[in-house]
């Protein structure tokens, strides 16, 4: 019998690639697409999809329990990546971690608190009731039986509260490992990014061996929800499995023989955590698309940054090939090597922003800015646009064209050493050029002009030529030296 992977976010662009390479490769037979929002594409033989959201953790324990027994999850579900959603705390939090920012929750929090700190002193006030009533008349006693009872009311109704407040308070990353415990699924696979280490200051080969950033100190609510959920995750490493759940759901009928059985371990939760930098590849929408859209408009109108600025990037098919070395890394046939660890993901092919873009953008049929603006200034403008966001009325639909952290993703040079993925994982980045990217944004009307038919001849004849001078200043922007700098002390592995 093959396997069955979940995947969070399932529906998304690395969930579906994701799928297919997991069936593809012949372990899996069934690929479970948990995700809030359906697929926009048809369903591949072997994949289902089951409609839910990671902060409800009911929903996802019991898809985890009716589809048991689960190999593997990867956890790929993330809000706030880019643009207006990166604003949105509350969501953001909710999604990649808890609750922990939101008023509501902590109020709800302090008040079961409460509760229950005063249902105890009501449980000792009306046991002492009971012992010195004990000696009085029958009346007395109903009175004494009767306090007793409510006291123990008091208390259920406490426990429950604050039952519910914990619940509450245990969403996203959280609750998805809570029902990976539940349902016994042995691995998890963490799909994190490289933003729990960079908070805008430059970094030339860093390895895991850098420390989290301050989450206080980062500039964006993705990047520090996200290195709360990669800690958690890798603090989860060796959590025990529930042992009904591991027996596939069912208990032993019969006592007397599971009692001659010798002794056996429970089992454990082994995770990992994967960070990509730059996610691309036909069919990303986040950072390209959004870059189009400007184009459309007409308000791309300059570049910024130092033009020696160079940051990393990773294809999909790189973050796949990464994500089932990974899965495959937690199990007891690999000596369970990447329990417990972090691993960087890029093409190791560090390029400038805007040299990585022009490509796609003049293949399609706009031309690149020449233009090029101050790093400061840029930093201004987003500082100003996000404050205009927050106050202006939403009716007005003004978005910022971009933020904080994005200026710095783009401008300041920040690449990745790979060596701890290759050497135990077997990870081996493949390159790839934009020959393969235009073409998907041809047929969906992508380009100057609107006209995918006129434009396809002229981008496709380009793609070889551009994909070519990116492959050139992609190696004349990588570093001559290979080795990768670490950090003085410390490690981003949780402990």
Known sequence: MLDTAVITGGSGFVGRKLSKALLDGGEFSRVILYDIEQPSEPLLPGEQYVQGATQDKQCFQDCLMQHSPVSVVFHVAAYGMSGVASLDKKKTWEVNVLVSSSSSSSSSSSSSSSSSGGGSSSSSSSSSSSSSSSSSSGGSSRLAAAAAA???AALAAAARAAA??????????QRVIA???AAAVPRLVYTSTCNVVFGGEPIKGGDESLHYIDPKKQLDYYSSSKTHAEIIVLRANGTPLAAAAAAGGTEAKNTQEQQQQPPTYPRLLHTCALR???????GEIHHSVRLLRMAERHVLVA???RADAV???????NLVQAQVLAAAALTEEKHYVAAGESYFITDQAPVNSTAFMQPLLEGLGYTMPKT?????LVCWLAWASEWAYFLLPRRLGFEPLFTRNEVRKAAVTHFFNCDHAKYQLGYKPEQRSVDEYLPWFIERGYGAGKQPGAAAGQASAAAGKQGQQQQVRRTQAAPKAASGKRGKAGSSKAA
């Not at 519910?164 to 990353?173: F, I, P, V």
């Not at 990509?276 to 036909?282: L, V």
């Not at 940051?311 to 098919?317: A, S």
Request: net charge negative; hydrophobic share 55%.
């Open 150 to 152: 409510a006291a123990a």
């Open 303 to 305: 570049t910024f940054g």
């Open 276 to 282: 990509p930098n730059g996610i691309w590849g036909a």
């Open 311 to 317: 940051q990393d990037w990773t294809h999909i098919d």
């Open 164 to 173: 519910a407040a914990s619940a509450a308070l245990l969403c996203g990353t």
């Open 179 to 181: 029902a990976c415990a």
């Open 372 to 376: 090029r603006l101050p790093f400061w």
